[in-house]
T-cell receptor, first 118, second 111 residues
């Protein structure tokens, strides 16, 4: 397997503030990372694909100015929820792809971040 | 967003029983992955499948990549209480290279 670390695991913030979530691949380099959002008792919904050194690709309906993604190195991607509101409260999970396209690849997940906006 | 159909949605089984679940799609996938998620945690990779028809085991777990490349199956033999959790399939799309997740199967094991 491989290790992906996500921090923080829980965060509570006031409405209107911004929150940054970090996703690190600890023992491999990841040119591609993915950010998901998960509502209670539901599946993972892909928000965006983060590529090292280039702009993230957002899924339809996801506001890129609201959810800022930065993938500045091969081991770190960050998601910043800007001007957070209670409806942004959710479980956010990152994953990092191990392997190169054209070969067998696998995606490993972080522990997730429970965001609560009050 | 796009999702894969996974069934059953939930199941209660007795400890020691075998479990089967499957995932189907209208699209072809190049890779199928199976994950288990415990409450409040991120999914943990169980098995990865890369070729149509491939059958792969990981302990008591066995998964198969469907011949049509539009489905996959996961079997758990001799279930134990710690098998409780939500199981997700994920398919890797060709072209866009995104992992799309199934709707999940919630497994509860009765001791």
């Amino acid at each position: 397997g491989a290790v992906v670390s996500q921090h923080p695991s829980r965060v509570i913030c006031k409405s209107g503030t911004s929150v940054k979530i970090e996703c690190r691949s600890l023992d491999f380099q990841a040119t591609t990372m993915f950010w998901y959002r998960q509502f209670p008792k539901q599946s993972l919904m892909l928000m965006a694909t983060s590529n090292e050194g280039s702009k993230a690709t957002y899924e339809q309906g996801v506001e890129k100015d609201k959810f800022l993604i930065n993938h500045a190195s091969l081991t770190l991607s960050t998601l910043t929820v800007t001007s957070a509101h209670p409806e942004d409260s959710s479980f956010y999970i990152c994953s990092a792809r191990k392997g190169s396209w054209g070969t067998n690849t696998e995606a490993f997940f972080g522990q997730g971040t429970r965001l609560t906006v009050v | 967003g796009q999702q894969l159909n996974q069934s059953p949605q939930s199941m209660f089984i007795q400890e020691g029983e075998d479990v089967s679940m499957n995932c189907t799609s209208s699209s072809i996938f190049n890779t199928w992955l199976w994950y288990k998620q415990d409450p409040g945690e991120g999914p943990v990779l169980l098995i990865a499948l890369y070729k149509a028809g491939e059958l792969t085991s990981n302990g008591r777990l066995t998964a198969q990549f469907g011949i049509t490349r539009k489905d996959s199956f996961l079997n758990i033999s001799a279930s134990i209480p710690s098998d409780v959790g939500i199981y997700f399939c994920a398919g890797l799309t060709s072209g866009t290279y995104k992992y799309i997740f199934g709707t999940g199967t919630r497994l509860k094991v009765l001791a």
